[in-house]
């Protein structure tokens, strides 16, 4: 199912597409949005605030790396850079299309420890977002229907539902279906709605601040909002740094560097 | 050993104090007893000092201090780690007072033996707390998804215990023999620990490997037992109300243990296993004519488990077996020993708050070990722990039954910063 553990802006990639007056497919639209999802390679830095309802915060500061691999194999190295409590943890994850391996680094207990991949609907890291929010999924798991369209912060957007194209997908997944706003011009995420199975939205992800990135024929978001809607809870993505396709080393995607916690 | 630490410190001063972050915590932990509510088994403040030195992406420097204030003890400073690493292309190497972790199991060690252990709390002191430091020099070398591991420890260092009369004093041999013999006929040697020297370091060999999506471990250590065997004399007297007068000398032997380990996953299932084969370890023997009542057999030790973690829950199993395969009936040891573990946890409100279950039950001698905590993140850095620990058996003279007063009730509240 999964492609990728790409960062959440990489479903929010676009490119200035110079077809973007067509009549397009509701399928159309969202070939283009993920076009450039897949990258070689990326490493972001960012702050990841939970708010609870009543205001309250907590922060922490990550980095992540990942990389598709000669092998075809992806990669990724999630390390989390504070609060002093968790600084040093980090997660290992090899993804071969077939399986994914996943290995957590804890530096009080000074060893790497195997673990279970997540499901796709767990929490990322105690967040709002779930795996699933942030992994690209393959196209054809789901089916897509064009709502119409709609203008969002003086913006014309797509709006385009999903749901899953089987039932396999059904049970892996959170979500009954997603509506997700579309930039016409560029094909960019920058709104998407979750329901669960009782078809009731759940979780609202805004997204803002969107960038092109130096050296990349790629855009992000350098501002993530995800809101629970039912408990009032949200998390707050905001990236200081985004570098795509400048060359991460093997050397990141191996239990060596993972048990440096640094 | 010293020479490392001059090195270390010409290596910090020489190249500056640009790269130097400090971090740590400051940790209150206060535990009372079960059975006596005005009895406090522990009364501690504790701050822990790291030191980290990241001069060049080819070197590193780390030192741990530990300065433990504790009300029932008195105030105890300590040096933790202190070591410098040089990474190479397919090399690094780890130089001076460090912890080395092997293995795989959850609350256990069973290949898990190079640093020795802080018992002086039994086993319910953090992990990071209760392994000691040791001077080693480490050396890893990498060939792809394989690494080749060796260790030379220069000087034994013996694991940690309360003394007697302290609430975690563990159960000897001694005890066993003051109960039958008059003190006036009993002569208690010094500890023997190896001399010094070259030919007493401690020296060891791992190869990890990833095959098919299979961690496995390879491990050889040459080592001297952390604990040790209660060497007795038996002389007769002219007494008939007191036939013997008994010499004890407590001995740490020297031991080869062989160990290997797996872990790998399978759906959703996490399988870990390891075991450790011990080469001539000393057991005691109740059969009279022997000399010292101690007999050397191999030991075998070995874990599988198996853990899943659906959601915001965790939950883990292990199966746990020592075998001594060339018994006799006179050893004081069971030919075999079988043990299981459960370890259950789960967290909400976005992970603000955990709940935690631990049990061992050694299913042989009937013992256990019960821990559940509760854990609470109000903010960033700070974590509260209401606990308690229970602990018990249906004899005083087995692992956790001879702890069967000690059950606790604590709180921990610790800032990380």
Known sequence: ?262 | MKLLYTILLMFITSTGLAQVEINGYVKNYDAVSLLNSNEYLILRNRLRLNVNYSPTDEAFGYASFDVKDDQLKGLELSLRELYIDLYFDNLDLRIGKQQIVWGEADGLFITDIVNPLDLREFILADFEDIRMGVNAIKAQAYFGDRRLEALWIPQFVPAKFSSVGEDWAFYTPLDKIAAIIPDSLIVVRDFTKPDKQPKNSEYGLRYSTLIKSIDFTLSWFRTWDDYPTFRQYYQPTQNPSAPFNVTITPVYDRINVYGGTFSTTVGSVVLRGEGAFYQNRNFYTADPRDGDRVVQKDFLNYMIGAEISPGNRFLSGQFVQEIIPDYDDQLVLNKTTDMGTILMTRTFFNETVKQELFLIYNFTDEDYLGRVRFYYYPSDGIEVIVGTDILGGKKKDTLFGQFDENDNFYLKVKYSF
Not at chain 1, 90 to 115: C, F, H, M, N, T
Not at chain 1, 209 to 218: L, P, T, V
């Open chain 1, 1 to 262: 199912m999964k492609r990728s553990v790409i960062f959440i802006m990489a479903t929010l990639c676009f490119m200035a597409d110079p077809g973007s007056g067509q009549n397009l497919t509701a399928r159309e639209i969202m070939e283009r949005n993920n076009a450039q999802a897949t990258t070689r390679d990326e490493r972001a830095g960012f702050t990841m605030k939970l708010i609870n309802k009543r205001g309250k915060e907590r922060k922490r500061k990550v980095v992540m790396y990942s990389k598709t691999d000669a092998q075809n194999k992806e990669k990724t190295l999630v390390r989390f850079l504070s609060p002093a409590d968790v600084k040093g943890v980090g997660l290992l994850s090899i993804d071969d299309g077939d399986r994914e391996d996943q290995w957590l680094y804890l530096p009080a207990l000074k060893r790497v420890r195997r673990i279970s991949s997540s499901e796709k609907s767990d929490s990322f890291m105690g967040s709002d977002f779930s795996y699933e929010d942030i992994e690209q999924n393959e196209l054809n798991d789901y089916q897509y229907t064009l709502l119409g369209q709609e203008t969002v912060d003086g913006v014309d957007c797509y709006v385009v539902r999903s749901i899953p194209a089987s039932d396999e997908i059904k049970k892996e997944t959170a979500y009954s279906m997603t509506d997700m706003w579309i930039r016409k011009d560029n094909y960019v995420s920058v709104m998407v709605k979750f329901y669960n199975q009782k078809g009731d939205l759940i979780k609202l992800m805004v997204s803002t601040d969107i960038r092109r990135i130096d050296g990349a024929e790629k855009w992000r978001a350098n501002f993530i909002t995800m809101k629970n809607v039912k408990t009032g809870h949200r998390t707050e993505l905001l990236y200081d740094t985004i570098q795509i396709n400048q060359g991460v080393a093997d050397k990141f995607f191996t239990q060596r560097y993972l048990e440096r916690g640094r």
